[in-house]
């Protein structure tokens, strides 16, 4: 079993829909817990970042960590075109030296 | 900008031979992380330095070896290119060693002719 598990997509929903991101882990060690999004051919751009189990609101978007579960979501509100891109969970240790990444979803608003 | 900079963003390279990318984290960050970015494999740990020391390594090639310099900077060092090494490198760097939401740039990306 990986890790980190995230359905790669694609995922296409219409512009303004409420669209709901998920991963899974299995190791329950993991404290802190990131979205990013990448955009095509670029570096990834943190998004969200939490610790522990809870929710955390930042504009358009809500992370929420289920740390009983071992399940993070990412919801994003009133979705645009320019939301159009790959979005990856990472995860890490109180004591880890490293981050570990899901495969990532690919995400398509249409207009 | 991010504030990370990697050089070059594009190199290419024959089979067998020896490359050398670089990386300058964010002004006043101690920590640099490297991945390396696939199709099929996703952004994978490569190798962590905290302040020049090494911290933690992924699945790092024997082919593969980085360090940390004196100012921060950092070079990942690939060596006996195979076909399959083609792909993005990113590096990430952070303030601390916990590396918590680290900051990525833009990656330089390698093809092995």
């Known amino acids: 079993q990986k890790e980190v598990e995230q359905d790669p997509g694609p995922l296409s929903v219409p512009e303004g829909a409420i669209v709901s991101l998920n991963c899974t882990y299995s190791?329950?060690?993991?404290?802190?817990f990131m979205w990013y999004r990448q955009y095509s051919r670029k570096g990834p751009e943190l998004l969200m970042y939490t610790y522990s189990s809870g929710n955390k609101e930042d504009g358009r978007f809500t992370a929420q960590v289920d740390k009983s579960s071992k399940y993070i979501s990412l919801f994003i509100r009133d979705s645009q075109p320019s939301d159009s891109a790959t979005y990856l969970c990472?995860?890490?240790?109180?004591?880890?030296?490293?981050?570990?990444f899901g495969k990532g979803t690919r995400l398509h608003i249409l207009p | 900008d991010s504030g990370v900079t990697q050089t070059p963003k594009h190199l290419i390279t024959a089979t067998g031979q020896r490359v050398t990318l670089r990386c300058s984290p964010r002004s006043g960050d101690l920590s640099v992380y490297w991945y390396q970015q696939s199709l099929d494999q996703g952004l994978q740990f490569l190798i962590h330095?905290?302040?020049?020391?090494?911290?933690a390594k992924g699945n790092i090639l024997e082919r593969f070896s980085a360090q940390q310099f004196p100012d921060l900077h950092s070079e990942l060092n690939l060596s006996s290119l195979e076909l399959g090494d083609s792909a993005l490198y990113f590096c990430?760097?952070?303030?601390?060693?916990?590396?918590?939401?680290?900051?990525f740039g833009s990656g330089t990306r390698l093809t092995v002719v």
């Open positions: 190791n329950s060690a993991f404290q802190y």
């Open positions: 330095y905290y302040n020049g020391e090494e911290r």
């Open positions: 990472a995860m890490s240790g109180s004591r880890d030296d490293k981050i570990i």
């Open positions: 990430a760097s952070s303030v601390d060693r916990a590396l918590r939401a680290p900051t």
